[in-house]
């Protein structure tokens, strides 16, 4: 069965640089999620979009933003970057309507 | 403040034993509970959810008991195997909708040994 695709896996960035993840849900999947998990810490919910509109908001830093797009795949967009954003993020999709949230294999990021 | 609380942070069973993981939560808007697994540098799994109107639901070696009034839910794998050596997470959420993002308690790394 198809899973969540997320891209790229792994990234590398210097302090004060932009990154951007990219997510492409299950199909037919509408609902997008995006977690960030650092080193033995719990998944923390930042931000979903359910139909290109933002639904839920969590923890998501100001420097952060997100949009989802037509196709329903989403992009996290992060600037001026810093050392505490190192972690892993990772993307979830569900239909609006079923809760069950399944995740994808994360972008690990680095902040050097 | 933390608001799903998770117990034990880690937990050591003989091969064949039954684990158990509890949970414990404070807003009853919660109505969502699902269990996840995750191996090292993976994404969690789906393991197993429940909803308030149930008290109990197994799937296989996995049952979650619920416990509305209390507030609590628990994990049981029966018959654990080495393989089940993972951090689990339980997590809730709220209706609004269904797109709510999970809240998830502090994982509990379980350890089965051979």
């Known amino acids: 069965a198809a899973g969540v695709i997320q891209s790229p896996r792994h990234l590398i960035k210097e302090k004060r640089e932009t990154a951007t993840l990219k997510c492409y849900p299950i199909?037919?999947?509408?609902?997008v999620y995006w977690y960030q998990q650092g080193p033995g810490q719990d998944p923390q919910f930042l931000i979903s979009?359910?139909?290109?509109?933002?639904?839920d908001k969590g923890s998501i830093p100001d420097r952060f933003s997100a949009q989802q797009f037509s196709d329903y795949h989403s992009e996290l967009n992060m600037s001026s970057l810093e050392l505490g954003d190192s972690a892993l993020y990772f993307c979830a999709s569900s239909l609006v309507r079923g809760n069950e949230q399944f995740f994808g294999p994360g972008t690990r990021l680095t902040v050097l | 403040q933390q608001q799903v609380k998770q117990s034990p942070q880690s937990l050591i069973v003989q091969k064949g034993g039954i684990s158990i993981i509890n949970c414990a939560y404070e807003?009853?808007?919660?109505?969502?509970f699902p269990w996840y697994q995750q191996f090292p540098g993976k994404g969690p799994a789906l393991l197993i959810a429940i909803r308030p109107d149930v008290s109990e639901k197994k799937e296989g070696r996995f049952t979650i008991s619920f416990n509305k009034s209390a507030k609590q839910f628990s994990l049981h794998i029966m018959d654990s195997q080495p393989g089940d050596s993972a951090t689990y997470f339980c997590a809730a959420s709220s209706p609004g909708g269904g797109a709510d993002g999970l809240t998830f308690g502090k994982g509990t790394h379980l350890i089965i040994q051979p």
């Open positions: 979009f359910y139909e290109k509109m933002q639904s």
């Open positions: 199909p037919r999947h509408d609902t």
């Open positions: 807003n009853t808007a919660f109505d969502y």
